[in-house]
């Protein structure tokens, strides 16, 4: 067909059922899909829900059968770049298209990253994780679950006062590092500011809600381990609620359990 081979792009052939094209993502090296969704526009879009929410690092087009109207505004809603009809494509075209929703969507990410991102750590800040977490619990009926953790790191004020602003600030920054190593990239992740941050994760299981906190233990022990030269042990508490899909409450009170939560274990402590 014409799109099969596109000048200047590697494309995978045969075409991936679409389970296998989502598994693909994870492994990376891809820089766009294309999804056609000419025999099944609903399950085309539940397909492209499932890869914006896996990969939303990779732009998605999508290839409509013709005369499909409606389906532009549904798919843009579900997170699709572009979409095009199979019926006025030809390989340059589509070319053109694919480069196109590459460049805008990485255009949309530094925008996206100079609005919503802490400035010290990298890692999303308050809104744009309040943002992101309205997206995905619109789509939390499609997944197993979610999980909420809130974390402190403990006496950074005391790190403050006794070594300075700059070690409070690679506190922070180490904190950071953890949290990237316990969670997925999937998963999303954010300092609200001072010592507080926040993950939602995704699609989370009964065993992933026991495994959590193990996994951030291990992970911070590993960090201590790797900068004995620093004069403190950095420490962390963690608050975690998990949420059935059906019925997801707003953010706003899942924030306020896994606060409650974070409470419990500082006075556990």
């Known amino acids: 067909s014409a799109d099969a081979h596109i000048a200047g792009f590697e494309v995978l052939h045969p075409p991936l059922e679409p389970a296998e094209g989502i598994s693909r993502l994870a492994s990376g090296g891809v820089d766009v899909v294309l999804l056609d969704v000419t025999g099944s526009a609903e399950a085309g879009l539940d397909t492209l829900r499932r890869a914006t929410v896996e990969a939303p690092g990779i732009p998605v087009v999508l290839v409509a059968p013709p005369g499909h109207d409606t389906l532009g ?6 997170g699709a770049q572009d979409v095009v009809s199979r019926d006025q494509l030809d390989a340059s075209d589509l070319r053109r298209v694919l480069r196109y929703a590459i460049e805008r969507h990485r255009l949309q990410a530094t925008l996206r990253q100079l ?12 809104r744009g994780f309040l943002a992101l977490c309205e997206h995905h619990l619109k789509l939390a009926h499609r997944m197993r679950g979610l999980m909420l953790a809130v974390v402190d790191v403990d006496r950074l004020r005391e790190i403050n006062d006794r070594f300075g602003r700059d070690e409070g600030d690679r506190a922070l920054l180490a904190t950071a590092g953890v949290l990237r190593s316990t969670f997925r990239a999937s998963d999303v992740i954010a300092r609200f500011g001072g010592d507080d941050f926040a993950v939602l994760v995704l699609d989370a299981t009964e065993d992933a809600l026991r495994a959590v906190t193990p996994r951030l233990r291990a992970c911070l022990a590993k960090q201590n381990a790797a900068l004995t030269e620093r004069a403190y042990a950095l420490s962390l508490t963690m608050g975690v609620v998990r949420f059935e899909p059906n019925a997801p409450p707003a953010i706003e009170e899942l924030l306020v359990k896994a606060g409650e939560e974070l409470a419990a274990r500082k006075k556990e402590r």
């Open 73 to 78: 505004a549904a798919a843009t809603e579900a």
């Open 115 to 126: 609005a919503l991102s802490d400035e010290l750590t990298g890692l999303y800040n308050r």
